[in-house]
């Protein structure tokens, strides 16, 4: 069962990977594309800087859970180092625990969002729902605290995982 589930999270990871780095591209191409016909061809598009943020949602969210169980989201870990190794122990503990109420929020509040939103459209995108624009923000809390049971289960992933990288010498 172990395997499976982390083989699963190994997979759920490169999901993740490649929807937000498809993100990025499309944001990278679409914003460029709006300046280039709003002061070139002097004819604005509309829809560059709708679909830029549409896909910057999607990045934040999905690729931000992602970099979690890649370990490399923003940490200030100054601190954490220089104490004992129960007092770092207990700390992560802590962190973890508050990534955890952090992910419920956004799956709670974030489904409650959608729901709200649902009806609406966007203006410049009229085939995209508002409430389908925010949906990245409880399904990237609930992919985090999927990776955080694996983290907690399983522990970090280790040689046979697509993100690993070798363990540097402080």
């Known amino acids: 069962m172990k395997t499976a589930y982390r083989s699963a999270m190994e997979a759920l990871y490169l999901v993740c990977a490649i929807i937000a780095g ?29 679909l830029a943020v549409q896909m910057m949602i999607l990045f934040t969210f999905i690729g931000g859970a992602a970099c979690y169980r890649a370990s490399i989201h923003i940490a200030v ?25 952090l992910c419920l929020f956004m ?14 459209v966007i203006a410049e995108l009229p085939w995209v729902w508002v409430g389908l624009s925010y949906m990245p923000i409880p399904i990237g809390g609930a992919i985090t605290i999927l990776f955080i049971i694996e983290l ?9 995982s697509v993100m690993y990288r070798e363990p540097t010498s402080n």
């Open 77 to 101: 870990k100054m601190f954490v180092d220089q104490l004992p190794d129960a007092g770092r122990r207990l700390t992560e503990w802590l962190v973890t625990g508050l990534v955890v109420l």
């Open 152 to 160: 907690v289960w399983l522990g970090p992933p280790g040689p046979e």
């Open 22 to 50: 498809s993100a990025i591209v499309i944001m990278t191409l679409s914003i460029p594309y709006g300046v280039f016909m709003r002061y070139v061809v002097n004819a604005a598009a509309s829809w560059p800087e709708p």
């Open 107 to 120: 799956i709670i509040w974030g489904t409650a969002l959608v729901q709200i939103t649902w009806n609406q």
